[in-house]
Nanobody, 123 residues
């Protein structure tokens, strides 16, 4: 049974920073894609960062230069360091994982495993 649990969300002023974590259990990191998505009220869920098994990272234009995705394989944990936060970053943030590495290359959203989300509010 695969479980992804996000943490680290909260309220922060514009210009501040937060680090999100996603603890994975029942899931191996080999040949996989892991990613962060976000969804603001009334908007579609958007992929903002992904990392593959070779630590290849990709970012949406909206977060490039401000957000950094990383993972600690020993701890089975995915991270998202968010700096220079803006009010438009306010959203529910989700981590996702899938054994298919093509999801990282193509930007597809049909990941097999999702966390429950953590709220980020920037004012």
């Amino acid at each position: 049974h695969v479980q992804l649990v996000e943490s680290g969300g909260g309220s922060v002023q514009a210009g501040g920073s937060l680090r999100l974590s996603c603890a994975a259990s029942g899931y191996t990191y080999s040949s996989n894609c892991m990613a962060w998505f976000r969804q603001a009220p009334g908007r579609e869920r958007e992929g903002i960062a992904s990392i593959d098994s070779d630590d290849g990272m990709r970012y949406a234009d909206s977060v490039t230069g401000r957000f950094t995705i990383s993972k600690d394989n020993a701890k089975n944990t995915l991270y998202l360091q968010m700096n220079s936060l803006k009010p438009e970053d306010t959203a529910m943030y989700y981590c996702a994982a899938d054994p298919n590495p093509l999801l990282c290359l193509t930007g597809r959203r049909d990941f097999g495993y999702w966390g429950q989300g953590t709220q980020v509010t920037v004012s």
